[in-house]
């Protein structure tokens, strides 16, 4: 079964220097029909004005994965951790019993598009943590990477939660087959461009869920950049 999830109907929240979209009920937006997918529990496709951000605040019992599309993010954390996130990385921060931190756009004249996911861990309690990672999909384009899974590796991060997170950029005519296995589920957020999935034609924002499917197909319309989750159900 797949359900789409158009990207006009997603949540909206705009302060000004902050304008973000939201798959899942999150903040003030709230949709009982969209509380998460397995343990995928937010996305929320954000661009941050620059010079501002989110100050400082706590998280605990989540697993944080940021992904940006363009611009750079300027992150800090109570374990000492800083650094800069860019296009070709990704960055995972496990909240676990608790954690505080900041993000903010360190240019003077640049939007940061970026979209922050949110994956329920296995349990509660995990040690926090910080990871940053380059990733392939630029110097590897046609297929899908790994970015981020239970264990990690090359151009991965390590996620607390059986759970998988692909990532690649398409051109005009790509085609990439993504099998699920019994049991599992997977959602297809397009990120840039627009894809065909199982025939359903997906823009820039638009997302499917798919749910006792044996494989997907997914066929670039256009130069697209995409992220595939695998998840349990």
């Known amino acids: 079964m797949l359900t789409l999830r158009p990207s006009q109907d997603r949540g909206q929240a705009n302060f000004g220097w902050l304008d973000s979209r939201h798959s899942f009920s999150f903040g003030e937006y709230f949709d009982p029909a969209h509380m998460g997918f397995g343990p995928l529990r937010v996305i929320n496709e954000d661009w941050v ?88 999909i630029a110097e590897q384009p046609g297929r899908l990477h790994l970015i981020a899974g239970p264990v990690g590796g090359d151009g991965a991060v390590s996620i607390n939660q059986d759970a998988a997170i692909h990532a690649g950029q398409l051109k005009t005519g790509d085609q990439v087959a993504f099998p699920l296995a019994t049991g599992r589920g997977a959602w297809v957020q397009v990120a840039k461009g627009g894809v065909t999935v199982n025939g359903h034609d997906l823009k820039a924002g638009d997302a499917i869920a798919a749910r006792d499917e044996d494989m997907l197909d997914i066929i670039a319309r256009e130069a697209a950049e995409i992220l595939v989750f695998d998840l349990p159900l």
């Open 49 to 136: 004005a620059p010079g501002t951000g989110f100050d400082t605040h706590p998280h605990r019992d989540m697993e944080i994965v940021t992904y940006v599309l363009s611009g750079a993010l300027k992150h800090q954390d109570s374990l000492g951790s800083s650094s800069i996130i860019r296009p070709g990385e990704v960055q995972r921060m496990t909240a676990g019993t608790g954690i505080r931190h900041s993000e903010h756009n360190p240019s003077a004249d640049e939007v940061v598009h970026l979209l922050q996911i949110w994956i329920v861990p296995d349990r509660r309690g995990h040690e926090p943590g910080y990871e940053q990672k380059t990733v392939l």
